[in-house]
């Protein structure tokens, strides 16, 4: 049975509906009556991290080669006729994928009518097609797409640096695998994981723009069959607090060295996902963002000709914050940013830079909603880490200085921080 929930904001007078499809299938719908376009993501709970699991149906536990989930986002986009592409060619809808490293998702935009395409996009996530011929093929071709991203300088930073803060954690392993560890795949190693977490209640759809829920529904109802769920373990050694190296560098072809510090952070399984990810939105702005002191200070000393980047890092066993730039004083930066964090942690946070970065990040949370991308994107992201993507303004508005004063304290330790160096020869 279908049931359907309206889920409405009076403050931002939006609305969507959450559906529990008879499938098993959760599918939201966020209907956007005066946008020409549509945008849909169908996603799976499942990343590059997912290497250890032990499925309910098993007694064992299963350890797959690194890089299959974005293996087998690849060859889902085949079959033994048309591939997904060619398809989509027929309706005209702009399709992609991506695998990060808690899940996987396929999507397309398009005008018009939606059926057509949302149809196909259910169709082919449904129905693998893996050979020993088509696997060894993409084979080939992932091993090439893995060393021309080893060799960007960017990719390399951050892997560099995840490999200088975590000792077991797969995070630290490269989304697309390694040349060796994709030779090691096998369609029945595929099936498998397709089996175990492309089971429709691992998974979820968004839909937004012109559409409504009944045309979603009926293409659901053609096309998902009932499945019955299935529990997955998913399994991570043991992580020490404690980070592999404080410094780590690697050669690669830069004009300018490009630096990446992360602090990382004591991972905890009952944080509040949505309030974590909002105060470390608000921290980072306030040590690196334009407006800071620190920021002022670096461009005054050249050390730096253009922003400081700055992002967390949070999933499944895992959490770390970045600052990342280019600059041949990354020493100097790296020393003057950990002097900033101590300034604070003495000081506290400055109450007007916090109410003026807090009404900027509102104001930017507001406008997302005029985007069904990154509306589709995050009804994915919420639901995979159980919030309502509405709750983020209330959330938002309940945090005070005094929260952001002690994810500094608790989360910015020295001693828990590395840096990475991508230089030239």
Same mark, same amino acid.
């Given at each position: 049975m279908t049931n359907i929930k309206e889920i409405k904001s009076d403050l931002l007078n939006?609305?969507?509906?959450? #559906?529990? *499809?008879?499938?098993?299938? /959760?599918? =939201?719908?966020?209907?956007?009556?005066?946008?020409? %376009?549509?945008?849909?993501?169908?996603?799976?709970?499942?990343?590059s991290?997912?290497?250890?699991?032990?499925?309910?149906?098993?007694?064992?536990?299963?350890?797959?080669?690194?890089? #299959?989930? *974005?293996?087998?986002?690849? /060859?889902? =986009?085949?079959?033994?006729?048309?591939?997904?592409? %060619?398809?989509y060619a027929e309706t005209g809808a702009s399709a992609n994928a991506y695998t990060t490293f808690d899940r996987t998702c396929y999507l397309f935009?398009?005008?018009?009518?939606?059926?057509?395409?949302?149809?196909?996009?259910l169709d082919f996530v449904s129905n693998p097609y893996f050979t020993v011929e088509t696997v060894e093929k993409e084979q080939g071709i992932i091993g090439q797409e893995i060393k021309m991203t080893n060799d960007?300088?960017?990719?390399?930073?951050?892997?560099?640096?995840?490999?200088?803060?975590?000792?077991?954690?797969?995070?630290?392993?490269?989304?697309?695998?390694?040349?060796?560890?994709?030779?090691?795949?096998?369609?029945?190693?595929?099936?498998?994981?397709?089996?175990?977490?492309?089971?429709?209640h691992n998974m979820a759809l968004a839909v937004v723009g012109n559409v409504t829920p009944k045309q979603v529904i009926s293409v659901a109802d053609k096309v998902l069959k009932d499945l019955p769920a299935k529990k997955v373990e998913r399994i991570f050694d043991d992580e020490p607090e404690t980070v592999v190296t404080d410094y780590t560098e690697c050669i690669r072809e830069v004009s300018m060295p490009i630096f990446a510090i992360g602090f990382k952070e004591k991972y905890d399984e009952n944080a509040d996902v949505i309030k974590t990810t909002l105060e470390s939105q608000i921290m980072l702005e306030i040590i690196v963002g334009s407006t800071s002191d620190l920021y002022e200070k670096m461009i005054e000393k050249k050390y730096i000709t253009s922003s400081i980047d700055s992002e967390y890092l949070l999933g499944p066993g895992y959490g770390l914050h970045i600052f990342s730039g280019e600059s041949e004083h990354y020493d100097e930066i790296r020393k003057m940013l950990n002097n900033e964090i101590k300034r604070l942690k003495a000081e506290g946070v400055d109450r007007e830079d916090f109410d003026r970065i807090k009404r900027a990040i509102i104001g930017h949370v507001i406008m997302t909603y005029n985007s069904t991308n990154l509306i589709a994107n995050e009804l994915i992201l919420s639901?995979?880490?159980?919030?309502?993507?509405?709750?983020?303004?209330?959330?938002?508005?309940?945090?005070?200085?005094?929260d952001i004063d002690k994810r500094i304290r608790d989360t910015l330790v020295e001693t828990n921080s590395s840096m990475s160096v991508v230089k030239a020869k």
């Open positions: 939006e609305k969507y509906y959450e #559906i529990d *499809h008879a499938s098993g299938l /959760k599918i =939201f719908v966020y209907p956007k009556e005066n946008f020409n %376009s549509s945008y849909a993501i169908f996603g799976t709970k499942y990343g991290v997912d290497n250890k699991f032990k499925s309910e149906d098993k007694d064992e536990i299963t350890k797959v080669p690194e890089g #299959i989930a *974005h293996f087998l986002e690849h /060859k889902l =986009f085949e079959s033994e006729e048309l591939d997904a592409f %060619s398809r935009s398009c005008s018009g009518d939606i059926e057509p395409s949302l149809e196909i996009l960007e300088p960017g990719w390399a930073s951050l892997f560099s640096l995840l490999k200088a803060v975590y000792h077991t954690h797969p995070v630290k392993i490269d989304i697309a695998g390694t040349v060796e560890s994709i030779a090691e795949i096998t369609p029945e190693l595929l099936y498998e994981c397709y089996n175990t977490f492309y089971n429709y639901h995979f880490y159980g919030y309502n993507i509405f709750d983020e303004l209330s959330a938002i508005e309940k945090i005070t200085v005094e």
